[in-house]
């Protein structure tokens, strides 16, 4: 840029801003374009580290913002016209009001109107580029960490102390201005005493008095700043105490309920020694293979060893199980116990419909008509280094990411998506039961089966293509059809919808947030799953946990899921809390482990869920629930003894070859196989998807970059037609809105449950299909 001449003052011009030691400061400056224009006024925002800068704030452009109309990119990029990253710039100032911007060889001379406006900027620049130098510090900081923690009030207060330490070094900033201010308030104070020309002194008073309203600023500032700070050690001084108080009686509670355990151990075997009718009655002991037969006292002894006692979720995840016998279970049943949800010997828990084999049951109803393909083409065996791809990518969405076919399988997310429907039946199990709460627990374990394929599943799923579909019809062989659709691409959605002829809906709207740290890769699924029940009206609700991909620069990729998830009955009241337990070398737990507690409305607790997401989860019921000894908060710990645990879902077994075939499911095998009469959009008819499962890797490569340049383009092109459309609102405002891009099969509709605005499955697909009427449908292949 030309050297700006020293013309005289230009008018002035008011910064209608915050102060400066807030997070975002706007407000008009003159900057220097060429000799020929000189300075013209532009309005700058400095906002996050970046200092933006635009031609004119039209007339229509105020009324879209006082009509609350949302900034697109297009708009965004009609309207700013420069930005400059604080972070790598280097700021200066020439005279009074002058001030000098460079930053990657660009330089920006600005001028404000009055030496009092030129320091307001100088103040928020300076502290706004302290900020951003922070924040890039920090995320360099954070890609060095070796697990991401899954306590929420660790990370809770992690990021409070964070916002402290920000507001410690914004203090220091400003200390540093106001010493600079006022090093040169003193010298203007010593001038000032040394003047004896009267014209002069007048110059000099000036001088000092605007000397003194820069300090003034710079020390408001740094009030506000202190204000802060205080207001927020004030907040959170408390949860601190709180959280060390717990950490410190965490041993205490242990011991606690270790007591109360033996107590409870020790009135059961008191009591059955003083109920000898009950004795009497019991079967007699069984004879071992060793010969020779119990006395009482053993087996009254293997009575209380066969109670289960579960410590309460609220206190810690940890169960003691001992396996219980049937004439345990008929005499509990038969006496007075005061349990959660009753001892009837009709319990749910005691029906034989609960045995392992029950996931059977749906292929013994319904025969498929089809044989569907049992294998793949072998993986190719192609060596890359992963790294080298992405150390470049630290930081960035998954998504954003240009990847080579070689570390993907070949299936895209939507169809990883219909993979959830693996284990449909235990959907059509629970159409079934008349009780919610049993419905509550095989919902739980379905929401559980849907990780069991990901075990070994490292590889990264093609990222759909704006408007690709993926259709699963089953409905002649299992009663249930599924479609998926791309809805959006930045940020990349899909919206899914399952309907089954045996009783239920399911449907979901699911955005992947992804960030890669260096050492792992966390993917982090946004969005609700609702599933109803025809007959009820039962209306479940919950979310997905977070998927962590480790090993990324050295050793082996595993994949590990951690995180809580709630469902709730949202007709019932009724939910469930599962805990799926991060995995850590020095845990003595079941790696992959996942406990939960099913309760009702009022909050009762009725079944205790346990298992692993890879392999089964069980349930068992609650028949008793007693108090122990209270905590430092004055919460008592819950014991909660237990029937013994019945099957309500175990994993299919992989089928043969399955490692050579990207570890896929039966199911997964499936869902890249050839169908008739689907849409020119489905995921089967992508290319690259299809030469990467015939093992030619080369070709899908070069397939796979053509697709994503030809989306591009397309995008470009609907950005473009976005900008003119908006030129024309504001030439002729019409008052017409520029809807963008539309899905085919499903629109946007309020959730009045979740509150959120989703999308949802809007018909017609089915019918297209029947009529193969699809001149709809976009060519994105």
């Known amino acids: ?253 242990l011991e606690e309920t270790i007591e109360q355990l033996a107590k409870q151990h020790n009135s059961l075997e008191r009591a059955w020694r003083e109920a000898p009718t009950l004795v009497s009655s019991a079967p007699s002991a069984p004879i071992t293979n060793k010969g020779g037969e119990r006395s009482k006292k053993e087996e009254a002894s293997d009575e209380d060893e066969d109670t289960e006692y579960f410590d309460a979720m609220e206190d810690s995840p940890a169960f003691i199980t001992v396996t219980a016998s049937e004439s345990t279970q008929h005499r509990r049943s038969q006496s007075n116990l005061s349990g959660a949800s009753g001892g009837q010997a009709s319990d749910w828990n005691q029906d034989d419909h609960m045995s392992p084999s029950y996931n059977d049951v749906s292929g013994k109803e319904l025969q498929p008509r089809r044989e569907r393909r049992t294998h793949i083409p072998d993986k190719p065996n192609y060596s890359l280094n992963l790294w080298s791809i992405m150390k470049n990518c630290i930081g960035k969405e998954l998504s954003k990411i240009p990847m080579p076919v070689n570390f993907n399988e070949p299936l895209s997310m939507l169809q990883r998506l219909t993979e959830d429907l693996e284990y449909h039946e235990l959907l059509d199990k629970a159409a079934r039961c008349d009780s919610s709460l049993e419905q509550m627990c095989l919902v739980a374990a379905f929401s559980v089966s849907s990780y069991s394929t990901t075990v070994h599943r490292t590889a990264k799923p093609f990222n759909p293509l704006l408007g690709e579909t993926y259709e699963l019809d089953r409905l002649e062989e299992f009663g249930y059809r599924s479609l998926c659709e791309q809805v959006s691409h930045h940020p990349p959605a899909a919206a899914h919808h399952v309907i089954s002829q045996k009783g239920w809906t399911l449907w979901q709207e699911i955005t992947i947030a992804s960030k890669f740290r260096g050492k792992y890769l966390s993917i982090m699924p946004l969005g609700a799953i609702h599933l109803q029940f025809h007959s009820s009206g039962n209306h479940y609700v919950w979310r997905k946990v977070t998927s962590t991909v480790h090993n990324i620069i050295v050793g082996k990729l595993w994949i590990d899921q951690s995180g809580d998830i709630e469902i709730v009955n949202h007709r019932t009241k009724e939910t469930c809390q599962l805990k799926f337990s991060p995995y850590s070398y020095f845990s003595r737990d079941v790696p992959r482990k996942v406990t939960g507690v099913v309760a009702d409305g009022a909050g009762q607790a009725h079944y205790i869920l346990s298992g692993t997401w890879d392999d089964k989860i069980e349930s068992a019921k609650i028949i008793q629930s007693s108090r122990g000894g209270s905590g430092s908060e004055g919460k008592q710990k819950t014991v909660y003894q237990t029937l013994s645990p019945k099957l309500l879902w175990k994993k299919y077994a992989l089928p043969e070859n399955a490692e050579n075939m990207y570890y896929f499911s039966a199911l997964a095998l499936t869902l890249n196989e050839g169908e008739e009469g689907v849409a020119g959009t489905d995921s089967r008819l992508r290319p690259d998807q299809k030469l990467m499962e015939d093992g030619r890797w080369d070709e899908a490569n070069s397939e796979k970059q053509r697709l994503e340049e030809k989306q591009r383009a397309v995008r470009r092109r609907r950005e473009a037609e976005a900008s003119e459309m908006l030129d024309e609102e504001c030439e002729y405002d019409s008052g017409k809105d520029y809807e963008g891009y539309q899905p085919l099969w499903f629109h946007q509709r309020r959730d009045s449950i979740t509150g959120e605005t989703n999308f949802v ?11 193969q009427d699809w001149g709809m449908c976009p060519d994105i292949f």
Request: hydrophobic fraction near 35%; aromatic fraction near 8%.
């Open 1 to 253: 840029m030309s050297e700006p001449g020293k013309g005289s003052a230009p008018a002035s011009a008011s910064a209608a801003a915050p102060a400066p030691g807030s997070d975002t400061y706007k407000g008009w400056l003159f900057k220097w374009t060429n000799y020929l224009k000189g300075y013209q006024r532009r309005w700058f925002v400095l906002s996050n580290g970046l200092l933006s800068y635009y031609r004119s704030v039209d007339l229509c452009f105020m009324r879209m913002c006082a009509q609350g109309t949302d900034r697109t990119q297009a708009e965004m990029a009609h309207t700013c016209r420069g930005t400059i990253n604080l972070a790598t710039a280097h700021i200066d100032t020439e005279d009074a009001c002058n001030i000098v911007l460079s930053s990657g060889g660009r330089t920006y001379h600005l001028k404000a109107s009055t030496e009092v406006e030129r320091q307001r900027w100088v103040t928020a620049l300076e502290l706004a580029k302290a900020k951003a130098i922070r924040m890039m510090n920090d995320q360099s900081d954070d890609s060095g960490d070796e697990e991401p923690t899954s306590q929420s009030d660790r990370s809770e207060i992690q990021g409070t102390l964070k916002i402290l330490v920000s507001k410690l070094d914004d203090l220091s900033t400003c200390n540093d201005l106001i010493a600079k201010h006022g090093a040169a308030l003193q010298r203007s104070l010593s001038e000032l005493e040394g003047l004896k020309v009267p014209v002069e002194g007048g110059e000099k008073i000036k001088a000092v008095n605007e000397r003194a309203t820069l300090f003034r600023i710079t020390s408001n500032a740094m009030i506000n700043a202190c204000r802060d700070f205080l207001d927020l050690a004030e907040t959170h001084s408390r949860k601190w105490q709180r959280a060390l108080q717990y950490e410190r009686e965490q041993r205490t509670h």
């Open 761 to 771: 499955f809007k018909g017609g697909y089915w019918e297209a299909k029947e009529s």
